[in-house]
């Protein structure tokens, strides 16, 4: 399917980026886009309202949020097509669908011959991403973690052998058990962690994994986002779980501690530390 949002004669949605702290952010595109719309559809009426009061714009709000996104879609599409509206979907901060509620809107737009454009803005995970310190040709968005440290665990070992910069969201009540979780599973690998993106009290934290794990975690406020260099391991002649299992038990033979036979086994596989402990432990 191809559309030319501004040539065919089809309704459209504006997904629009706002602010992820700094208000003057928002870009004069996005005050003449919203307020030339019919109807808002915003993740949470009460964050949107503040927002729109600070540019003196007063539009109808409904919330489309996590809980209510498919049946709130359904009622949004169906007032375009009875009643020709101009709607315009915003999260609370940064851009819509981005670990945020949206998707099910476009989509559903999409199947009933709805148009879907974007107006630009603030994105923390470039925000951070650029100003880490780390490469940014290539990198992979992950978003959040799921809270459960198994399943935390689970989707970290997926993704520690991409070469690519990694980047999360964490919230402050979680940063000191995500960043933990990252160090076992990931090695000691150079990290970012920037905190009050374009407010005030902005922060970068640029430090190992082993360091990071030492911070205050009192000192962390404010949503997080975590940038972490990718997997530099030279895996040419890589091992499997098994040959590395072989090889722990064998310096454990010898007479070594599990922790020392370890250490032995990355020195032969160069594999980090970390990882063998994850996958002796976890065929024991």
């Given at each position: 399917m191809r559309s030319q949002n501004f040539i065919d004669n089809k309704p459209l949605i504006y997904l629009v980026a706002t602010p992820i702290g700094?208000?003057?952010?928002?870009?004069?595109?996005?005050?003449?886009?919203?307020?030339?719309?019919?109807?808002?559809?915003?993740?949470?009426?009460?964050?949107?309202?503040?927002?729109?009061?600070?540019?003196?714009?007063?539009?109808?709000?409904?919330?489309?949020?996590?809980?209510?996104?498919?049946?709130?879609?359904?009622?949004?599409?169906?007032?375009?097509?009875?009643?020709?509206?101009?709607?315009?979907?915003?999260?609370?901060?940064?851009?819509?669908?981005?670990?945020?509620?949206?998707?099910?809107?476009?989509?559903?737009?999409?199947?009933?011959?709805?148009?879907?454009?974007?107006?630009?803005?603030?994105?923390?995970?470039?925000?951070?991403?650029?100003?880490?310190g780390l490469p940014c040709d290539h990198f992979y968005f992950h978003g959040f973690l799921d809270p459960k440290k198994k399943i935390q665990k689970e989707q970290l070992n997926k993704l520690k052998n991409k070469e690519e910069t990694l980047i999360f969201y964490e919230a402050p009540h979680r940063i000191m058990d995500t960043l933990n979780v990252m160090y076992e599973i990931l090695g000691d690998r150079n990290a970012c962690l920037a905190r009050e993106l374009t407010k005030k009290f902005e922060e970068f934290i640029r430090l190992p994994l082993s360091k990071m794990v030492e911070l205050e975690e009192n000192t962390l406020k404010g949503e997080m986002v975590i940038i972490v260099e990718g997997n530099k391991e030279d895996n040419s002649s890589s091992y499997n779980d098994e040959q590395i299992i072989k090889l722990v038990n064998e310096q454990i033979q010898k007479g070594l501690s599990t922790k020392d036979a370890i250490k032995i086994t990355s020195e032969i596989t160069k594999i980090n530390k970390n990882s063998i402990y994850n996958i002796y432990h976890s065929n024991k």
């Amino acid at each position: 399917m191809r559309s030319q949002n501004f040539i065919d004669n089809k309704p459209l949605i504006y997904l629009v980026a706002t602010p992820i702290g700094n208000l003057s952010e928002f870009s004069p595109r996005a005050i003449e886009v919203i307020s030339s719309c019919d109807l808002i559809a915003c993740e949470d009426t009460r964050n949107t309202a503040k927002l729109l009061s600070f540019f003196n714009i007063n539009k109808p709000l409904v919330s489309l949020r996590e809980h209510n996104e498919v049946s709130e879609s359904i009622n949004i599409i169906n007032k375009i097509k009875d009643k020709n509206i101009k709607v315009v979907y915003v999260s609370d901060a940064g851009y819509p669908c981005i670990s945020d509620p949206g998707h099910k809107l476009v989509e559903l737009a999409l199947q009933n011959d709805i148009n879907i454009s974007t107006i630009s803005g603030p994105n923390a995970a470039i925000n951070a991403l650029v100003a880490s310190g780390l490469p940014c040709d290539h990198f992979y968005f992950h978003g959040f973690l799921d809270p459960k440290k198994k399943i935390q665990k689970e989707q970290l070992n997926k993704l520690k052998n991409k070469e690519e910069t990694l980047i999360f969201y964490e919230a402050p009540h979680r940063i000191m058990d995500t960043l933990n979780v990252m160090y076992e599973i990931l090695g000691d690998r150079n990290a970012c962690l920037a905190r009050e993106l374009t407010k005030k009290f902005e922060e970068f934290i640029r430090l190992p994994l082993s360091k990071m794990v030492e911070l205050e975690e009192n000192t962390l406020k404010g949503e997080m986002v975590i940038i972490v260099e990718g997997n530099k391991e030279d895996n040419s002649s890589s091992y499997n779980d098994e040959q590395i299992i072989k090889l722990v038990n064998e310096q454990i033979q010898k007479g070594l501690s599990t922790k020392d036979a370890i250490k032995i086994t990355s020195e032969i596989t160069k594999i980090n530390k970390n990882s063998i402990y994850n996958i002796y432990h976890s065929n024991k």
